[in-house]
T-cell receptor, first 115, second 112 residues
Framework: DADVTQTPRNRITKTGKRIMLECSQTKGHDRMYWYRQDPGLGLRLIYYSFDVKDINKGEISDGYSVSRQAQAKFSLSLESAIPNQTALYFC??????????????FGPGTRLTVL | QKEVEQNSGPLSVPEGAIASLNCTYSDRVSQSFFWYRQYSGKSPELIMSIYSNGDKEDGRFTAQLNKASQYVSLLIRDSQPSDSATYLCAVNLGTGGFKTIFGAGTRLFVKA
């Protein structure tokens, strides 16, 4: 069984629609992250959370919101999707006990297309 | 200047050769450095971590770190076609260790 799962794996939607991407993990990690990946730009951090009461913006949080429903669940929402949010989205986790090491483990990704 | 820079490639090497992948970073107080492998359409997979200057070997992989030059590299010995992938360099900025910046990746092709 996968340690980090994401749903849906693929989604096509229209401009202006609200979309939620979900992430669940069974690794027992405290830290969870949402990234987007675009060709030539690498992975860019959208939001991160160190526990259920801790939510932090990353470098590209505009147009996105998140919810940490439980230690194991971290959801990303696009309030009103626009075409330049078309990308591959990854959820990742890391173990707080590692401190500064912060080795991250990624989910399989969600390919989102906004028409 | 990008915080983490990699040559996008593609880097093409024959099977059995050594592949050398390079990465530079801008934050002098960075403490943790990582190499991830990403196959096309798949998620990044951690293959090496390095925290101290020098070399760290794991099987066919060797990570090299030079903090004075702000340079980290990955050597893949006896390259195999299955090593063909994009390799992402990642750096934890500052001393807090929670903000990781990824390079855009280097595409590697290993020719059979």
């Amino acid at each position: 069984d996968a340690d980090v799962t994401q749903t849906p794996r693929n989604r096509i939607t229209k401009t202006g629609k609200r979309i939620m991407l979900e992430c669940s993990q069974t690794k027992g990690h405290d830290r969870m992250y949402w990234y987007r990946q675009d060709p030539g730009l690498g992975l860019r951090l959208i939001y991160y959370s160190f526990d259920v009461k801790d939510i932090n913006k990353g470098e590209i949080s505009d147009g996105y919101s998140v919810s940490r429903q439980a230690q194991a669940k971290f959801s990303l929402s696009l309030e009103s999707a626009i075409p330049n949010q078309t990308a591959l989205y990854f959820c990742a986790t890391s173990d707080l006990r590692q401190g500064g090491a912060n080795e991250q483990f990624f989910g399989p990704g969600t390919r989102l297309t906004v028409l | 200047q990008k915080e983490v820079e990699q040559n996008s490639g593609p880097l093409s090497v024959p099977e059995g050769a050594i592949a050398s992948l390079n990465c530079t970073y801008s934050d002098r107080v960075s403490q943790s450095f990582f190499w991830y492998r990403q196959y096309s359409g798949k998620s990044p997979e951690l293959i090496m971590s390095i925290y101290s200057n020098g070399d760290k070997e794991d099987g066919r992989f060797t990570a090299q770190l030079n903090k004075a030059s702000q340079y980290v590299s990955l050597l893949i010995r006896d390259s195999q076609p299955s090593d063909s992938a994009t390799y992402l360099c990642a750096v934890n900025l500052g001393t807090g260790g929670f903000k990781t910046i990824f390079g855009a990746g280097t595409r590697l092709f290993v020719k059979a």
